[in-house]
């Protein structure tokens, strides 16, 4: 499920984070 975090800037910033965060 996508978390909310992924709308936030953050995530699209660090595409890297991102991916291990949605993991």
Known sequence: ???PV???SR???NT???H???T
């Open 1 to 3: 499920m996508p978390n």
């Open 6 to 8: 992924k709308r936030h």
């Open 20 to 22: 291990d965060f949605l």
């Open 16 to 18: 890297r984070r991102a």
């Open 11 to 13: 995530t699209r910033r």
